[in-house]
């Protein structure tokens, strides 16, 4: 395990090809599922055939990291959620993510998971037992370091075969387009999320439900940021919802038993204040803007499936690789342009260009 700034230096230099750019395969792991704050809890990282792992929460300059990675061919799994806490922890993202997941679905693989992948590739069952491990907690368990190391172990060698296979198909440049844009949609996501309070389930709300519904999502927000949990150990949104219902029909709340009397104050507090709030300050309704489904928009919307599938058939991938459904009812509904909403090789595929 690599745990000061120094050694983290030191083997990065040694996988650092002089005057190319470096080549790796990479993984994270975070402890959402146990702080209210998720951090980056570790990096697993492969190279030149060697696999390692590296501590952010002992070194105390990730730095080189972020320097090395964003010059850097990076291989990932599903790589979203690592690109996502790469740039909340960098500010950046490596030059190049080759995503394993995408190379395989352009290939008509059904069951992409990494596991599955291994599997089918190298004949190899990888142990699922550390998924929803504390990896904020040390020291690691030897279980949990042995799936850690797995997460990269087969990344580089799986690549070049998912490489190989794309080039034979002529897929290859479909599966850079897809993965750079990827890259660019996790460079471009807002996370400043205003609302947050709006989960799913809130759209069926009237005003008052929506004002029940953000006082109590502050009132849990605040006991899961006092307590150092997420926020559904305190309380599932499902039933946050439930609650909502309750308070809005003027029928009591059953506050589970387990609550602490602090706790439960603290939830009455902040149901009076919301009895008390005026009407004008309930939140409005988000207005959203219906489609009329008349008969020619159905009969776009079942010309542009049938070419796709048509298309996916003859490709043996799946359908909604070459074009989502809500893509091409924008289309039939005349809301964007194909150059706008689709990628060049999914025009192309589809003959929109």
Same mark, same amino acid.
């Given at each position: 395990?690599?745990?000061?700034?120094?050694?983290?230096?030191?083997? =990065?230099?040694?996988?650092?090809? $002089?005057?190319?750019?470096?080549?790796?395969?990479?993984?994270?792991?975070?402890?959402?599922?146990?702080?209210?704050?998720?951090?980056?809890?570790?990096?697993?990282?492969?190279?030149?055939?060697?696999?390692?792992?590296?501590?952010?929460?002992?070194?105390?300059?990730?730095?080189?990291?972020?320097?090395?990675?964003?010059?850097?061919?990076?291989?990932? #799994?599903?790589?979203?959620?690592?690109?996502?806490?790469?740039?909340?922890?960098?500010?950046?993202?490596? +030059?190049?993510?080759?995503?394993?997941? /995408?190379?395989?679905?352009?290939?008509?693989?059904? !069951?992409?998971?990494?596991?599955? =992948?291994?599997?089918?590739?190298?004949?190899?069952?990888?142990?699922?037992?550390?998924?929803?491990?504390?990896?904020? !907690?040390?020291?690691?368990? $030897?279980?949990?370091?042995?799936?850690?190391?797995?997460?990269?172990?087969?990344?580089?060698?799986?690549?070049? /075969?998912?490489?190989?296979?794309? @080039? &034979?198909?002529?897929?290859?440049?479909?599966?850079?387009?897809?993965?750079?844009? +990827?890259?660019?949609?996790?460079?471009? @996501?807002?996370?400043?999320?205003?609302?947050?309070?709006? /989960?799913?389930?809130?759209?069926?709300?009237?005003?008052?439900?929506?004002?029940?519904?953000?006082?109590?999502?502050?009132?849990?927000?605040?006991?899961?940021?006092?307590?150092?949990?997420?926020?559904?150990?305190?309380?599932?949104?499902?039933?946050?919802?439930?609650?909502?219902?309750?308070?809005?029909?003027?029928?009591?709340?059953?506050?589970?038993? #387990?609550?602490?009397?602090?706790?439960?104050? !603290?939830?009455?507090?902040?149901? +009076? +204040?919301?009895?008390? =709030? $005026?009407?004008?300050?309930?939140?409005?309704?988000?207005?959203?803007?219906?489609?009329? #489904?008349?008969?020619?928009?159905?009969?776009?919307?079942? &010309?542009?499936?049938? !070419? @796709?599938?048509?298309?996916?058939?003859?490709?043996?991938?799946?359908?909604?690789?070459?074009? $989502? @459904?809500?893509?091409?009812?924008?289309?039939?509904?005349?809301?964007?342009?194909?150059?706008?909403?689709?990628?060049?090789?999914?025009?192309?595929?589809?003959?929109?260009?």
């Amino acid at each position: 395990m690599i745990e000061t700034t120094e050694s983290l230096i030191l083997h =990065l230099e040694k996988h650092d090809p $002089p005057g190319g750019a470096p080549l790796c395969a990479v993984d994270t792991e975070a402890n959402s599922l146990h702080r209210y704050r998720e951090a980056l809890c570790l990096v697993q990282f492969a190279a030149g055939g060697e696999s390692v792992l590296i501590d952010p929460l002992a070194i105390e300059d990730l730095t080189p990291l972020g320097d090395y990675l964003e010059k850097a061919t990076v291989w990932m #799994h599903g790589a979203d959620y690592d690109m996502t806490m790469f740039r909340r922890e960098f500010g950046r993202l490596p +030059a190049v993510v080759y995503d394993t997941q /995408i190379g395989a679905r352009l290939l008509g693989v059904r !069951r992409f998971g990494l596991g599955d =992948l291994v599997s089918f590739y190298f004949g190899v069952e990888l142990s699922k037992s550390s998924q929803k491990a504390n990896w904020g !907690r040390r020291p690691l368990s $030897p279980k949990m370091i042995e799936y850690a190391l797995n997460d990269v172990d087969y990344l580089l060698e799986m690549g070049g /075969i998912v490489s190989g296979k794309l @080039r &034979e198909l002529e897929r290859w440049d479909w599966f850079v387009e897809s993965c750079e844009t +990827a890259r660019q949609k996790v460079l471009e @996501r807002d996370e400043t999320k205003e609302e947050m309070w709006r /989960i799913r389930g809130s759209g069926k709300l009237d005003r008052r439900g929506l004002a029940c519904l953000r006082a109590l999502w502050e009132w849990r927000d605040a006991e899961a940021e006092a307590w150092d949990r997420p926020s559904f150990m305190v309380l599932p949104n499902r039933e946050l919802l439930e609650w909502c219902d309750d308070l809005v029909s003027g029928k009591p709340v059953s506050l589970p038993r #387990h609550f602490r009397q602090d706790r439960v104050m !603290r939830f009455r507090s902040a149901v +009076a +204040a919301l009895e008390a =709030l $005026p009407p004008e300050q309930w939140p409005e309704r988000n207005i959203i803007k219906r489609r009329k #489904h008349d008969r020619n928009f159905e009969r776009r919307v079942e &010309e542009l499936l049938k !070419r @796709r599938e048509k298309v996916a058939r003859k490709l043996d991938i799946e359908g909604s690789l070459i074009a $989502p @459904r809500a893509a091409l009812e924008s289309l039939a509904a005349g809301e964007g342009e194909a150059g706008e909403l689709l990628m060049r090789w999914q025009r192309e595929c589809l003959g929109l260009d």
